[in-house]
């Protein structure tokens, strides 16, 4: 179905699970993001569902810690989300994309990963491409 919408809300299911490179062209660093939600959202929902169910009645008694929610999100958004990464350094060397590498990054610079989910988020960044016609 095409409508008067589309060049506004329709996104690209294809580029939703296969990932867009977001790149930090000022320190010389890309990560590729598969969408946080959209096509992607079974995936998430069932990584929310695997972390979160240990804690349900902490949850339900609103006795959950900050922190933990904090660190399971983190955890969540990597595993659902992150594909893979290029130009970054810890300590002075380049490293290999790997989740749990890629979760201690996010741990120690929260509003990377804040930035990368809001980017994640938003379906502007997974549109398809429609033209004009």
Known sequence: ??????????T??????AGVW?????????FLVKRFGGANAPDVKK?????????????EMNLFPEDKAK????RIFV???ILDWKGIEINGEQKEFDVETCIELFKHLPELCD????????SVSYREELGNS
């Open 47 to 59: 990584k929310m569902a695997k972390y979160y169910k240990p804690y349900a009645k902490q949850i």
């Open 79 to 81: 595993e659902s989300c």
């Open 22 to 30: 977001f790149a930090f062209p000022d320190c010389g660093a890309e």
């Open 12 to 17: 690209n299911p294809q580029l939703e699970n």
């Open 71 to 74: 660190d399971i999100m983190i």
């Open 115 to 122: 930035q990368l989910t809001e980017l994640a988020t938003d």
């Open 1 to 10: 179905m095409k409508t008067n919408f589309d060049t506004r809300y329709k």
